[in-house]
């Protein structure tokens, strides 16, 4: 499916959206925010909640919550916010398992410095403690996800598991966090 044949989805859901989203009076900030954003092509809303979604920080949970304030069908919201995280997460993630490998290769196992400090003792203990579903599902918590999941990675922890896991969090946070958006403009409308 092209970029195109998902504009026409959103375009689509811009009339299923006007009972899914609660529209608010035209005269308050959300109003306008949501009459600025159908205005948009579709494909500049879905381009436009990928990349929020991408900055860590804001990840699906926010770019979801903010495309339903927008006015954004929440399917459509959510489906662009994970795919933005998932994005950055995939960049992230890879770059951290070329980095480890290739401190590795470089390292010389005789002159291995064993001293380990107490912030990453205490990061070990965290990582065994939850696991690769644990941190990747209660990282959001604490730190952002372009965080952790790299953090994983550079602990030993399989990339494919990281970013399955760091796959099931941004979904489960982002539909959350959009359907926490659609609860927030039912009550104020």
Do not use: C
């Amino acid at each position: 499916m092209d970029i195109l044949a998902l504009a026409d989805l959103t375009h689509a859901g811009a009339a299923v959206a006007d009972t899914a989203v609660p529209m608010v009076p035209e005269d308050s900030f959300y109003g306008r925010l949501q009459a600025w954003t159908m205005a948009l092509h579709p494909a500049w809303q879905w381009l436009g909640i990928i990349l929020i979604a991408a900055i860590p920080m804001v990840e699906s949970y926010g770019g979801g919550f903010l495309g339903v304030l927008a006015g954004i069908h929440p399917a459509v919201a959510i489906v662009a916010a994970v795919v933005g995280n998932m994005l950055s997460l995939a960049l992230v993630v890879y770059a951290a398992h070329w980095v480890r490998g290739s401190v590795l290769k470089k390292r010389d196992p005789e002159a291995a410095d064993t001293k380990k400090t107490a912030k990453r003792e205490r990061v070990m203990r965290i990582f065994n403690r939850f696991g690769v579903p644990g941190v990747s599902i209660l990282g959001p918590l604490a730190l952002p996800s372009q965080v952790t999941a790299p953090l994983m990675v550079s602990l030993g922890a399989s990339r494919q598991a990281v970013m399955l896991w760091m796959l099931v969090s941004v979904i489960l946070w982002g539909a959350g966090f959009g359907l926490l958006g659609l609860g927030f403009l039912q009550l104020i409308t």
